[in-house]
């Protein structure tokens, strides 16, 4: 084979990808839901907390997150053995997806040790605005497999609050409820859209 016969294969793949994200629905939309929901929520009951001072324990913080991250791990766990395999566009943002879920955690852990070792807790604020610029990143290569106008408008929306998220990290525990916006806005509601698409082609 040719390198112009492997160039024009190359093409041929990635044009069928294409056609298949635009003419069947992407899975993935209950972890979004998920994971929109159980973080969003658990950055407005930090917000809430902070606030109105409802639990003065030190380890409130840590508690919230943990709370959170099992609910989520508990729904990875249950929708494990019910979960179909993607295909084309669909497994490639999904791998897409999982890249970006261990670059969260590996940049979540580091920034977590330079916060310890440095003595300085807002560190970790700047793990806010990196998550969204991930979610961003992710539907970008799903708004680019599909074609999907709507999906780049998220994609957009995400790059743009991880700036609005960044601006706020200085102003206290305030960037916690826009932080949590963003989850329910650019991770939760399109997470729902994709699930309801994806239920209703598959009557």
Same mark, same amino acid.
């Given at each position: 084979?040719?390198?112009?016969?492997? !160039?024009?294969?190359?093409?041929?793949?990635?044009?069928?990808?294409?056609?298949?994200?635009?003419?069947?629905?992407?899975?993935?939309?209950?972890?979004?839901?998920?994971?929109?929901?159980? =973080?969003? +929520?658990?950055?407005?009951?930090?917000?809430?907390?902070? $606030?109105?001072?409802?639990?003065?324990?030190?380890?409130?913080?840590? %508690?919230?997150?943990? !709370?959170?991250? #099992?609910?989520?791990?508990?729904?990875?766990?249950?929708?494990?053995?019910?979960?179909? &395999? @993607?295909?084309?566009? +669909?497994?490639?943002?999904?791998?897409?997806?999982? @890249?970006?879920?261990?670059?969260?955690?590996?940049? @979540?852990?580091?920034?977590?040790?330079?916060?310890?070792?440095?003595?300085? &807790?807002?560190?970790?604020?700047?793990?806010? &605005? =990196?998550?969204?610029?991930?979610?961003?990143?992710?539907? =970008? /290569?799903?708004?680019?497999? $599909?074609?999907?106008?709507?999906?780049?408008? /998220? %994609? #957009?929306?995400?790059?743009?609050? #991880?700036?609005?998220?960044?601006?706020?990290?200085?102003?206290?525990? /305030? /960037?916690?409820?826009?932080? %949590?916006?963003?989850?329910?806005?650019?991770?939760?509601? &399109?997470?729902?859209?994709?699930?309801?698409?994806?239920?209703?082609?598959? $009557?």
């Amino acid at each position: 084979m040719t390198d112009h016969d492997a !160039i024009r294969d190359d093409i041929a793949f990635m044009r069928a990808l294409a056609e298949e994200g635009r003419n069947g629905p992407l899975i993935g939309g209950p972890m979004l839901l998920a994971s929109g929901l159980c =973080f969003g +929520s658990a950055s407005l009951a930090i917000w809430l907390n902070q $606030t109105f001072a409802l639990v003065t324990s030190s380890w409130s913080f840590f %508690a919230i997150w943990t !709370i959170s991250l #099992a609910a989520f791990l508990a729904f990875l766990l249950a929708s494990k053995t019910t979960r179909r &395999p @993607g295909a084309g566009a +669909s497994r490639a943002i999904g791998v897409a997806w999982s @890249g970006g879920g261990l670059s969260i955690f590996f940049v @979540g852990l580091s920034l977590a040790v330079m916060a310890v070792r440095s003595n300085d &807790p807002h560190i970790a604020n700047a793990f806010l &605005p =990196f998550i969204l610029s991930i979610y961003g990143s992710a539907w =970008f /290569v799903a708004a680019a497999l $599909t074609k999907t106008r709507w999906l780049s408008a /998220v %994609a #957009a929306g995400a790059f743009g609050f #991880a700036l609005v998220t960044a601006w706020f990290a200085s102003e206290g525990v /305030v /960037v916690f409820l826009i932080y %949590a916006l963003g989850l329910y806005a650019l991770v939760a509601a &399109p997470g729902y859209v994709l699930m309801r698409r994806a239920r209703q082609a598959a $009557t």
